[in-house]
């Protein structure tokens, strides 16, 4: 089945506790892209990647790390993570992005 | 920078009877594509339709079709013979043609909140 897929799916933390989301696809998807979603917000872009090794900030990047080292994989690294980061998470993919995003089933962060 | 814009935080709706979500956006590109995503309460983003900024043609899937006014920046989604399971968020979201990382940057809107009551 074609899917991207996160894990967690969800997890509570502490303030400073590095901790890594993992995300995965296997459609040999060209693009992926992280979003938060946050009440009022709507989601937000993170960073993106158009393909191994080539990322971009999105508009929210502070805070947050990504890594393509293998097309399929796109995990998301908060080093440091802060209470403001708690939000639900999605990673998405696109062969070449016009044709609209798959995405995994979120990721709700809680950070106390 | 594109904006996207969702004026209605809720919306609600009889079953079997018809809604429309508004969406305006705001850019100065000629050729971009736009689409509506549903969030139901599973929280799966789910791709409901899309649309070819140089198409005059509006997009439809099944019950859901689309007024594009390319002039007015707008683009709403028309729900027909609306059922339970549309119950759900609603994002409309704008993508430039351009291509490179234009394809990587998605943009959405703040969301529309759809309830259809029985």
């Known amino acids: 089945e074609a899917q991207v897929t996160q894990n967690p799916r969800y997890l509570i933390t502490v303030t400073g506790k590095k901790l890594t989301v993992t995300c995965s696809q296997n459609?040999?998807?060209?693009?992926m892209s992280w979003y938060r979603q946050d009440p009022g917000l709507g989601l937000r872009q993170i960073y993106y990647?158009?393909?191994?090794?080539?990322?971009d900030k999105g508009d929210v990047p502070e805070g947050y790390k990504v890594s393509r080292k293998e097309k399929r994989n796109f995990p998301l690294i908060l080093e440091s993570p802060s209470p403001n980061q708690t939000s639900l998470y999605f990673c998405?993919?696109?062969?070449?992005?016009?044709?609209?995003?798959?995405f995994g089933s979120g990721t709700r962060l809680t950070v106390v | 920078a594109q904006t996207v814009t969702q004026s209605q935080p809720e919306m609600s709706v009889q079953e079997a009877e018809t809604v429309t979500l508004s969406c305006t956006y705001d850019t100065s590109e000629s050729n971009y594509y736009l689409f509506w995503y549903k969030q139901p309460p599973s929280r799966q983003m789910i791709l409901v339709i899309r649309?070819?900024?140089?198409?005059?043609q509006n997009a439809t899937e099944n019950r859901f079709s689309v007024n594009f006014q390319k002039a007015a920046k707008s683009f709403s989604l028309k729900i027909s013979d609306s059922q339970l399971g549309d119950t759900a968020m609603y994002f409309c979201?704008?993508?430039?043609?351009?291509?490179?990382?234009?394809?990587?940057?998605?943009?959405f809107g703040q969301g529309t909140i759809l309830t259809v009551h029985p």
């Open positions: 990647s158009m393909n191994v090794e080539v990322t």
């Open positions: 979201a704008f993508m430039k043609h351009a291509g490179g990382t234009s394809y990587g940057k998605l943009t």
């Open positions: 998405a993919s696109s062969l070449r992005g016009i044709y609209g995003y798959t």
């Open positions: 459609m040999n998807h060209e693009y």
């Open positions: 649309q070819e900024a140089y198409k005059q």
